[in-house]
């Protein structure tokens, strides 16, 4: 079984395989030092081993706080995007439960909130998927920024509803609280969408990384042999490793295998929102029990 975990990532995961082969040309780029202990020229660019113990705590701790920042990011969006479930059932559940909405309003609010986490997964892809269409008698406006043009029709369904007397003002206020948490999800998604960890900060990174891999195995060399090579390939593997998977974490919303899975939360949510609307389609009204 663990053998089955250590190996079957490599086959599965195109990242971890980005990440072997470039642990592979590290590994072959060492074999020059290596080589050199062997030759005429082993006295010539000999560095102390020392360094590089000194230098990994550094480093070491550089990594940890690049990851752990690029973690956070993906959390967080993962926190919004579980709050989008709950908001949409919520927001179903009382619609269907506390309203008087004729079908028609009802059929356009469950079409709307349906077309939302597909339009806010897209707008953070910076994208437009040829399933999500809103017609002109909907949407009304060619809106630029979708999320927005679909809560705002939803806030006009409810106010026509209040004002023909349909929604009282307590249950007013209880779906105007689900409809802004939408769209504070949706800015929250946009700032980590938009505000990336800083540029100066990842290059920084980067150059520490290589700056360590590039002369670690003349550091090694001299004390391990031909071991420095399997040394440095794994050394190689994992510093490699932590610098490109937090790459692809911080950044959650795309299409890489380390991304959120939105579309799975997208079909999630239009079969909840689906199955509440029809199970109040088929059922009486509820009828309070007196006491």
């Given at each position: 079984m663990l053998l089955k975990d250590l190996v079957k990532p490599?086959?599965?995961?195109?990242?971890?395989?980005?990440?072997?082969?470039?642990?592979?040309?590290?590994?072959?780029?060492?074999?020059?030092a290596v080589w050199k202990e062997f030759s005429y020229y082993r006295d010539f660019g000999d560095m102390p081993s020392d360094i590089h113990a000194a230098f990994s705590l550094v480093l070491g701790a550089l990594l940890v706080f690049r990851t752990n920042t690029a973690y956070a990011r993906w959390w967080e969006a993962r926190t919004l995007w579980g709050?989008?479930?709950?908001?949409?059932?919520?927001?179903?559940?009382k619609v269907t439960t506390l309203t008087d909405l004729p079908a028609s309003d009802l059929a356009m609010i469950q079409r709307n909130m349906i077309a939302f986490p597909?339009?806010?997964?897209?707008?953070?892809?910076?994208?437009?998927?040829?399933?999500?269409?809103i017609d002109d008698e909907i949407?009304?406006?060619?809106?630029?920024?979708?999320?927005?043009?679909?809560?705002?029709?939803?806030?006009?369904?409810?106010?026509?509803g209040y004002a023909a007397r349909k929604i009282d003002g307590d249950v007013l206020r209880t779906l105007d609280n689900e409809l802004a948490r939408l769209m504070d999800?949706?800015?929250?998604?946009?700032?980590?969408?938009?505000?990336?960890?800083?540029r100066s900060y990842r290059v920084f990174a980067r150059q520490?990384?290589?700056?360590?891999?590039?002369?670690?195995?003349?550091?090694?060399?001299?004390?391990?042999?031909?071991?420095a090579i399997p040394i440095t390939t794994i050394i190689a593997y994992f510093m490699l490793g932590l610098e490109i998977v937090a790459e692809h974490v911080e950044e959650p919303f795309g299409l890489d295998e380390d991304d959120l899975d939105l579309d799975g939360i997208c079909r999630k949510i239009?079969?909840?929102?689906?199955?509440?609307?029809?199970q109040h389609r088929r059922s009486e009204p509820v009828q309070l029990a007196e006491y």
């Open positions: 490599f086959a599965s995961s195109r990242t971890l395989k980005y990440v072997a082969l470039l642990a592979l040309a590290m590994g072959l780029y060492s074999c020059l709050g989008l479930v709950n908001a949409s059932r919520n927001f179903a559940i597909i339009a806010l997964r897209n707008h953070l892809r910076d994208g437009f998927d040829a399933i999500l269409h949407s009304g406006v060619n809106w630029q920024h979708l999320p927005t043009g679909l809560v705002r029709e939803l806030y006009a369904v409810i106010a026509r999800i949706c800015g929250g998604c946009e700032r980590i969408h938009r505000t990336r960890i800083v520490c990384v290589m700056l360590f891999l590039l002369t670690l195995p003349w550091g090694i060399a001299h004390d391990f042999g031909w071991w239009r079969e909840s929102l689906e199955e509440i609307f029809d």
